[in-house]
C-alpha cells in the first residue's frame, strides 16, 4: 500500500490550523498512524487507529479519515509544533509510510 | 524509564555485515512485537522487519528479505536485526520500535533514538 503525504513542506504562524494529508492507494480501514519527528528526539506517537489521541499528546493534535483517505490537524499552532510528521499504515505488510511534511512555524 | 536503545551501527564496507541489537527497558519486552525501520534523507522511512512475541513469527520487505534475520532474546530484553550483503543503499539511520498492541499487528508507540549504518 502506497501512502501518498501531502504538503511535503509547510509553514505556519502560532495560532494557525494546519492539516496534513496521508491518501493510500487501497482501502485499509483506520489503520493508520501519525508521529512527530524532531532533530535530536525521539520520535513521538500522536495518533492511532486514525483518529485516537496518544496519551499525553495535547487535544489540539487530532486524526480523521477512514479508508483511503486521513488527516492530521493541528489547531492553534504553537512554536513548539515545528517538526517532522509522518504517517504510518499498518493494515498489512509491508508497512508503508508517507513521505513527511516538514513544518515550520 | 520505558526506552529502547540501539547499538550495533557501523562503517562497513560492500559486502560486509553487521548486527544490530535493541535493548529495552521499562515495560514487558516479551509481550511486545518490535520491528525495524530505517530512514534516509532522499528516501525517508521505511519499514524492515517485524518479529511476534516469541519470535514464532517474522516478516521483512522486500529490500532486505533473504539477507537479514530479526531475532529475539526475550531473557535479555533484547531484539536483533543482521543483515548481510550489505549495500550503498542500506546507508541509513536503523531505528528499533515497539508496537503498541500485545496482540495481533499495529502500528508503534515507542521509538528507539537510532543508529547509524554507513556503508562505504
Known amino acids: 500500500t502506497t501512502l501518498t503525504q501531502s504538503p511535503a513542506f509547510m509553514s505556519a504562524t502560532p495560532g494557525d490550523r494546519v492539516s496534513i494529508s496521508c491518501k493510500a492507494s487501497?482501502?485499509?480501514?483506520?489503520?493508520v498512524n501519525w508521529y512527530q519527528q524532531k532533530p535530536g528526539e525521539v520520535v513521538l506517537l500522536l495518533i492511532q487507529?486514525?483518529?485516537t489521541l496518544a496519551p499525553g499528546i495535547p487535544p489540539r493534535f487530532s486524526g480523521s479519515g477512514y479508508g483511503t483517505d486521513f488527516t492530521l490537524t493541528i489547531n492553534n499552532i504553537e512554536y513548539e509544533d515545528a517538526a517532522y510528521y509522518f504517517c504510518?499504515?499498518?493494515?498489512?505488510?509491508?508497512?508503508?509510510f508517507g513521505q513527511g511534511t516538514k513544518l515550520d512555524i | 524509564e520505558v526506552q529502547l536503545v540501539e547499538s550495533g551501527g557501523d562503517f562497513v564496507q560492500p559486502g560486509g555485515s553487521l548486527r544490530l541489537s535493541c535493548s529495552a527497558s521499562?515495560?514487558?519486552?516479551?509481550?511486545?512485537?518490535i520491528f525495524w525501520v530505517r530512514q534516509t534523507p532522499g528516501r525517508g522511512l521505511e519499514f524492515l522487519s517485524a518479529?511476534?512475541?516469541?519470535?514464532?513469527?517474522?516478516h521483512y520487505a522486500a529490500s532486505v528479505k533473504g539477507r537479514s534475520i530479526i531475532s529475539r532474546d526475550n531473557l535479555k530484553n533484547t531484539a536483533y536485526l543482521q543483515i548481510s550483503g550489505l549495500r550503498l543503499v542500506d546507508t541509513a539511520v536503523y531505528f528499533c520500535v515497539k508496537q503498541s498492541h500485545s496482540t495481533g499487528w499495529y502500528g508503534f508507540d515507542l521509538w528507539g533514538r537510532g543508529t547509524q549504518v554507513t556503508v562505504s
Open positions: 518479529i511476534s512475541r516469541s519470535g514464532d513469527e517474522t
Open positions: 521499562g515495560f514487558t519486552f516479551r509481550d511486545y512485537p
Open positions: 487501497q482501502a485499509i480501514d483506520d489503520d
Open positions: 504510518l499504515q499498518h493494515d498489512s505488510f509491508p508497512y508503508t
Open positions: 487507529e486514525a483518529t
